[in-house]
Structures are given as C-alpha cells and as structure tokens.
C-alpha cells in the first residue's frame, strides 16, 4: 500500500494549484489524487511543492573542504527544500575536468549526502579529448569560462577553444560569460560601485555572443550561467530566435538585491558578473516572465570567512544562498504578482529539465517522491547561526523574507538536516545511478 500526502494547495503537473492528494509508493509517485481523498498525512493549507533543483552549487570537496563540503551543503540545501543538486567541477581539488578526477570527487561524496547529488565536468584549454570518456562516466554536461575562474587549475578558454570543446563532444556546454578584454581592473576600494564598474554588462554581452556563435557553429546546447545584465538576455533571445539551442539562468542574489543598497566595504556581496542597478533588476524580472531566462539557481560559491576580508580587488567572489533561494526567490515573487507555480517552474522543473532529471523537480506519476510542505505565508528574519552551510556568510543577515519550508521528504522518506545522510549520487544515464553509501 502507498502512502496518501494531501494539501489543498498542491502544485499539479500542469503547473495548477490544487487540493489533491499525492501517494508514493517505493520511494516514487504513483498517482495523484484530486480533491481530498483519505490521506496518511494532511497538510491542511501548505502548498505541497515537488522538491527544488539547484543545478549551480559549488560544493568545494575534495580539496577546498575547509571553503564548504558535501555535509555542510547538502544539509543547507535540504533546509531549504532542494532536494536535488548538481556540483560544479572547480574549487575542488583536483577540478572534475577528467573521469578519474570524476572518480575521486564520487568517493569524496559517498555517504555524505543529505540530498541527491550530481556532477558537471569541466572544459579547461588542452582537455578536449578528455571529454568523451568523462561524458560517458556520467556527468551532465560541461562548464567553461571565458573569463579567469579565481582559481589557477580551471583557467579560462578562448572562444576558439570554446568551439574546439564542444566539437569534440555531443553534450550541455555551461558558460561563464564575461569577456575578459571588456573587463578592467578590480579596484582596491571598499566601494561598490567602483567594483561594478570594472565589470560592466557589455562584458556579458560580448562574452554571451561568443558563446552563442561556437554553439551555432557546432550545433551544440549551451546554457548561459548567471546572467546579471538584462542586456545579456536580450542577446540570448537573439540567439534563439536565429535557432541557437540555448537556455540561461539567473540567481537569486541579481532578483532581490540593488547595488545602490550594498554598504561599503560590504564584501559579502561581492560576485562575479556583480550585482546590478534596480532598473536592471527589474528587467531580469520581465526576462523570467516572457522566457528569455529560464531558471533560477543560487551559484552557492562559499569561501573561509577570511577569503571576504579586504576590499573588493582581494575578497572572494561568491554568494552562498543555498539555503535561501526559495523564501528569497518566493517574497520577490510575490510581490510581483507571481504564483508559487511559477517558483517552482524556474526552480524546480526547468532545473531538472535542463539537465534531463525527467524524475526530478515535479509532482507527477513516476517521478521521485522528493516533496516539500512549504507555507507561503510565515515570515522570518535571517540569521547567520541558522544556516547549515560550512561557513555562515551572507548578504542576508537581518532581511526579513516570506516563505518558510515545513517538511521535506526524500524519495518519500521524511528526512532534516539532523537525520543521517540519505541522498544518491546521480549520473547522466539512469543506468548509472548508484547509492553514496
């Protein structure tokens, strides 16, 4: 017999909301029941959400474990209803630009998993026929930048190379897109702007192009990362118009925060491309709308507390919100006049889409039972003590956000942060999915 979940606000395949009832059996969804039927747990007036997909984390381990770990983010990402991630291959040591290092990033994993986890190779120069057997080892896809990485094993490729990558394999290509010949200097200021400055939109732009002439060149997909410059949308829907296949991404920190309101010497916001103007801001809300962008994901790129000390030249470049994307995500949203079917589009199905998770990321028939009972309405006040990842950073601390995760299950399975570990760790191929015992 399964097991009946019922709320009057469940997020139904169609992308409706609805009272339903959701039963699952072996770990998997095996109808969904509308109306109120009996049922082993209600909900009563929570929505009901398919667990979130963060396809942009950086998880650091092995190598960089004392910046973050799988223990520690996983952990975040389960309290914050992602029940699914997948780990960019730098900042480790080694960076996952090989199947053996592929093979010594899985054992470093195993066991540690709070969540299901898995895993993007990486396109560095002089690695191109590397590619074919990583693919084949199972990771999603492929990120490249074109810009300098802030670490020295993953360095940046040339268009060129770019194209030379993805000629030598049929795969996702992922783009960090900043031209590196439009960027300046980072200054050493304790002032904002003058950081914005040295990395303007037109860096984006130009970088974007780049990526959508060596994808149209090769035929290939490719995926833009975390667009900041609204510009920068507007040349992807360019590109897929001219039928380029390319999808991107925004993050939480460019929807909900305003470079007119970051402090200074307030490096906890420093990232890279950086955090924009609101009117720009306002335009990557219209680029989601419309389907210019087509998901939102958080980047969770921590560091040691120590590598954000100095000014904006020396800090780290990365924003850790794992935890906060959905409430982030939710009270912008809102206010908006979006619906959560909408969060759950961007944050959720389109993640999973994009990689090929058909079984992830939605309430359906044969998908994972990974679920979340999120209530819409309950407000709370970050603080930095109640975040579970490695070190607890964050242009957050004291904002006060909308949407609060009650429940979490996993495969069906009732799971916190305090439970022990139960995630997978997921490959391309279905064939290759195994436990991380």
């Not at 969804?29 to 747990?41: K, S």
């Not at 004392?66 to 309290?79: I, P």
């Not at 590619?131 to 990485?149: N, Q, R, T, W």
């Not at 109640?386 to 964050?394: A, Y």
Request: glycine letters at 10%; aromatic letters at 6%; charged letters at 20%.
């Amino acid at each position: 017999m399964g097991r009946v979940i019922r709320s009057s606000r469940v997020v139904l395949p169609d992308g409706s909301v609805g009272p339903a009832g959701v039963e699952v059996r072996d770990g998997r969804i095996t109808a969904v029941l509308p109306g109120r039927p009996a049922a082993d747990v209600d909900l009563g007036d929570l929505v009901l959400m398919p667990g979130l997909v963060d396809t942009h984390v950086h998880v650091n381990e092995p190598g960089r474990t004392e910046w973050e770990g799988f223990a520690t983010a996983t952990r975040a990402a389960l309290a914050g209803g992602v029940t699914t991630i997948v780990d960019m291959p730098l900042n480790s040591l080694p960076p996952t630009v090989s199947a053996a290092a592929l093979a010594v990033k899985r054992a470093a994993a195993a066991g540690q998993c709070h969540v299901d986890v898995g895993f993007w190779g990486g396109a560095i120069p002089g690695n191109a026929g590397d590619l074919p057997e990583l693919h084949a080892a199972g990771v999603f896809g492929f990120k490249a930048f074109l810009a300098d990485s802030g670490v020295p094993e993953f360095p940046p490729v040339t268009p060129a190379e770019l194209r030379l990558a993805m000629g030598a394999v049929s795969a996702l290509f992922l783009v960090h897109a900043e031209d590196p010949d439009r960027l300046g200097a980072a200054p050493a200021s304790l002032v904002y702007a003058d950081f914005e400055r040295s990395r303007p939109g037109a860096a984006e732009c130009s970088a974007v192009g780049a990526a959508l002439d060596a994808a149209e060149a090769t035929g290939s997909r490719v995926h833009v990362l975390h667009i900041s410059d609204a510009d920068a949308a507007a040349v992807v829907a360019a590109g897929r118009a001219r039928g380029v296949r390319v999808t991107a991404e925004t993050c939480p920190h460019y929807l909900t925060l305003d470079a007119a309101e970051v402090p200074d010497g307030a490096t906890e916001f420093k990232c890279c491309p950086p955090i924009r103007g609101a009117a720009n801001r306002d335009r990557l809300w219209a680029a989601l709308a419309d389907g210019t962008l087509d998901i939102v994901v958080s980047d969770h790129s921590p560091s040691t507390p120590a590598l954000k000390q100095g000014d904006f030249a020396g800090a780290w470049g990365g924003i850790a919100s794992l935890q906060l994307g959905l409430p982030l995500v939710w009270t912008a949203a809102a206010a908006r006049g979006f619906d959560v079917a909408d969060v759950v589009r961007w944050m959720a199905t389109g993640p999973a889409d994009l990689v090929g998770l058909r079984h992830k990321g939605r309430i359906a028939v044969g998908a994972d039972a990974d679920l979340v009972a999120f209530d819409p309405d309950a407000s709370f006040t970050v603080a930095p003590d109640g975040l579970h990842h490695r070190h607890p950073v964050t242009p957050y601390a004291g904002r006060r956000l909308t949407g609060v995760v009650r429940r979490v299950w996993l495969r069906g399975v009732k799971v916190t942060p305090g439970d022990p570990p139960r995630g997978r760790l997921l490959a391309r191929s279905a064939d290759l999915l195994e436990e991380a015992r």
